[in-house]
């Protein structure tokens, strides 16, 4: 089983910078394909960035170069440091963990651009 436990959110102001976290537990961490996701109201949930278990890395085009995932395996973490943030950021940010089929979720962190 694994659980994930997201931490980092909060107000900033726009061109600021965030860095969200995402603890996990259990065994299987190393193997998992690792994403943060989010979602605002009215809207559906949508990828932000994705690291495999070997550490490939991919961004939704509206991230990409202000955005960057990184995984620590010996500390089972996930990170989502972001940059220059936008007003069209905020949304509730969720950790994602993918094995297969199954699919692991956090409970989520706001997170708010706004002057």
């Known amino acids: 089983q694994v659980q994930l436990v997201e931490s980092g959110g909060g107000l900033v102001q726009p061109a600021g910078s965030l860095r969200l976290s995402c603890a996990a537990s259990?065994?299987?961490?190393?193997?998992?394909?690792m994403g943060w996701y989010r979602q605002a109201p009215g809207k559906q949930r949508e990828s932000v960035a994705v690291i495999t278990s070997g550490g490939s890395t991919n961004y939704a085009d509206s991230v990409k170069g202000r955005f960057t995932i990184s995984r620590d395996n010996a500390k089972k973490m996930v990170y989502l440091q972001m940059n220059n943030l936008k007003p069209e950021d905020t949304s509730v940010y969720y950790c994602n963990g993918l094995l297969g089929s199954r699919a692991y979720w956090g409970q989520g962190t706001q997170v708010t651009v706004s002057s």
């Open positions: 259990g065994s299987l961490f190393i193997i998992l394909d």
